[in-house]
Protein backbone atom coordinates (compact mmCIF):
# COMPACT_ATOMS: atom_id res chain seq x y z
CA UNK A 1 0.00 0.00 0.00
CA UNK A 2 1.13 3.71 -0.66
CA UNK A 3 2.07 5.57 2.44
CA UNK A 4 -0.09 8.12 1.38
CA UNK A 5 -3.06 5.54 1.52
CA UNK A 6 -1.58 4.31 4.59
CA UNK A 7 -1.62 8.94 5.76
CA UNK A 8 -5.18 9.31 4.29
CA UNK A 9 -7.00 6.04 5.53
CA UNK A 10 -5.26 7.33 9.48
CA UNK A 11 -6.55 10.43 9.17
CA UNK A 12 -10.01 9.11 7.79
CA UNK A 13 -10.17 6.73 11.23
CA UNK A 14 -9.47 9.70 13.53
CA UNK A 15 -12.94 11.37 11.56
CA UNK A 16 -16.01 12.33 14.00
CA UNK A 17 -18.94 14.50 13.90
CA UNK A 18 -19.59 16.94 16.75
CA UNK A 19 -23.28 16.76 18.56
CA UNK A 20 -24.10 19.61 16.28
CA UNK A 21 -23.30 17.55 13.07
CA UNK A 22 -24.82 14.03 14.66
CA UNK A 23 -28.40 16.33 15.20
CA UNK A 24 -28.72 17.02 11.45
CA UNK A 25 -28.49 13.26 10.22
CA UNK A 26 -31.73 11.81 9.87
CA UNK A 27 -31.20 8.13 9.03
CA UNK A 28 -34.36 5.59 7.33
CA UNK A 29 -37.66 7.37 7.56
CA UNK A 30 -39.39 8.73 4.48
CA UNK A 31 -38.96 10.93 1.87
CA UNK A 32 -39.81 14.05 1.38
CA UNK A 33 -42.20 15.83 -0.51
CA UNK A 34 -41.58 16.20 -4.44
CA UNK A 35 -38.65 13.81 -4.18
CA UNK A 36 -38.19 10.21 -5.54
CA UNK A 37 -35.03 8.32 -4.71
CA UNK A 38 -33.25 6.90 -7.71
CA UNK A 39 -30.79 5.02 -6.02
CA UNK A 40 -28.06 4.91 -3.39
CA UNK A 41 -27.00 8.51 -1.83
CA UNK A 42 -23.98 10.13 -0.07
CA UNK A 43 -23.23 13.46 1.51
CA UNK A 44 -20.25 14.78 1.09
CA UNK A 45 -17.53 18.05 1.93
CA UNK A 46 -14.74 18.61 -0.23
CA UNK A 47 -12.01 20.03 2.28
CA UNK A 48 -10.78 22.72 0.65
CA UNK A 49 -10.99 26.70 1.03
CA UNK A 50 -11.31 27.14 -2.70
CA UNK A 51 -15.16 26.21 -4.28
CA UNK A 52 -15.65 23.03 -5.81
CA UNK A 53 -17.75 22.35 -9.13
CA UNK A 54 -20.36 20.18 -9.33
CA UNK A 55 -19.42 19.80 -13.09
CA UNK A 56 -15.81 18.97 -12.50
CA UNK A 57 -16.78 16.58 -9.22
CA UNK A 58 -19.23 14.61 -11.19
CA UNK A 59 -16.60 13.59 -13.66
CA UNK A 60 -14.53 12.78 -10.69
CA UNK A 61 -16.15 10.92 -8.63
CA UNK A 62 -17.22 8.77 -12.27
CA UNK A 63 -13.65 7.84 -12.98
CA UNK A 64 -13.13 7.01 -9.62
CA UNK A 65 -15.70 5.24 -8.29
CA UNK A 66 -17.09 3.84 -11.91
CA UNK A 67 -20.67 3.75 -10.92
CA UNK A 68 -22.79 1.23 -13.16
CA UNK A 69 -24.63 3.97 -14.62
CA UNK A 70 -24.09 7.42 -13.71
CA UNK A 71 -22.75 9.49 -10.90
CA UNK A 72 -25.34 12.93 -9.96
CA UNK A 73 -24.01 16.21 -7.82
CA UNK A 74 -26.42 18.35 -6.42
CA UNK A 75 -24.28 21.57 -4.35
CA UNK A 76 -25.86 22.24 -1.15
CA UNK A 77 -23.61 25.25 -0.40
CA UNK A 78 -20.31 25.23 1.73
CA UNK A 79 -18.79 23.03 -0.25
CA UNK A 80 -20.94 20.54 0.06
CA UNK A 81 -22.21 18.08 -2.14
CA UNK A 82 -25.53 15.34 -2.23
CA UNK A 83 -23.96 12.18 -4.31
CA UNK A 84 -26.49 10.45 -6.13
CA UNK A 85 -25.31 6.72 -8.07
CA UNK A 86 -27.31 5.30 -10.69
Known amino acids: MDP ?3 EVE ?3 KKLS ?3 H ?3 KIRLG ?3 AAGCSKTGPQAVIKILSEKPAKVDALEATL ?3 WC ?3 DVECKDLGGNRFLI ?3
Open 4 to 6: KEV
Open 10 to 12: GML
Open 17 to 19: LSE
Open 21 to 23: EKK
Open 29 to 31: GGL
Open 62 to 64: GRI
Open 67 to 69: PLR
Open 84 to 86: TFF
